[in-house]
């Protein structure tokens, strides 16, 4: 099993700046992709970006491409989320997940979450 444990949230003005980090430890061995998700209140939780375990893959929601940037230091086993130029349309809880596919392109494919960290932007 992965856990996977969120840290970095907090608040923030608009056009400030967060970086989100997701230490994984347990069978990271089995680990390919790294997703980040975002669920604000009342919505449906949704994408935000995902890295390949090895780095040389990343893909990012229209919402945030161009504002946030996911990357990864295997070393410390560790996914970052850095976000930029952050609006108030940002705020929710922001989870990062684990997945043993290869693809990583739905919800259902990641295998291990973690609990969540708190994004509040004010305007």
């Known amino acids: 099993q992965v856990q996977l444990v969120e840290s970095g949230g907090g608040l923030v003005q608009a056009g400030g700046s967060l970086r989100l980090s997701c230490a994984a430890s347990g069978s990271i061995f089995s680990i390919n992709v790294m997703g980040w998700y975002r669920q604000a209140p009342g919505k449906e939780r949704e994408f935000v970006a995902r890295?390949?375990?090895?780095?040389?893959?990343?893909f990012y929601a229209d919402s945030v491409k161009g504002r946030f940037t996911v990357s990864r230091d295997n070393a410390k086993n560790t996914v970052y989320l850095q976000m930029n130029r952050l609006k108030p349309e940002d705020t929710a809880v922001y989870y990062c997940a684990a997945a043993r596919s290869y693809y990583g392109t739905s919800d259902w494919e990641y295998d291990a979450w973690g609990q969540g960290t708190q994004v509040t932007v004010s305007s």
């Open positions: 890295i390949s375990w090895s780095g040389s893959s990343t």
